[in-house]
């Protein structure tokens, strides 16, 4: 059973930097596609970064320049470097695997900026 725990949320002040972390198990992460996705209250889930299984990345416009995704296969790991974080950045950012038709999420890290 694929199984995916997120970390590194927290507290910042706008400018500031978060590390986002998400571990997967269960299953071979190498062929796994990896998306981070956020969602605000009162607001859609929206796409925030996504890396393929090749290590290709690609990024909504709302954060280009400033958040780095980037995988560790060794580790079962993807990451989200978020930089120069603003208020609007606040949301709750999930994980997802997918391959094939399949997706699995996980529980969610809270994100919040201060201004």
């Known amino acids: 059973q694929v199984q995916l725990v997120e970390s590194g949320g927290g507290l910042v002040q706008a400018g500031g930097s978060l590390r986002l972390s998400c571990v997967v198990s269960g299953t071979i992460f190498s062929i796994y596609a990896m998306d981070w996705y956020r969602q605000a209250p009162g607001k859609q889930r929206e796409l925030v970064a996504g890396i393929s299984s090749g290590g290709d990345p690609n990024y909504a416009s709302a954060v280009k320049g400033r958040f780095t995704i980037s995988r560790d296969n060794a580790k079962n790991t993807v990451y989200l470097q978020m930089n120069s974080l603003k208020p609007e950045d606040t949301a709750v950012y999930y994980c997802?695997?997918?391959?094939?038709?399949?997706?699995?999420w996980g529980q969610g890290t809270q994100v919040t900026v201060s201004s």
């Open positions: 997802k695997a997918k391959f094939g038709n399949s997706d699995t």
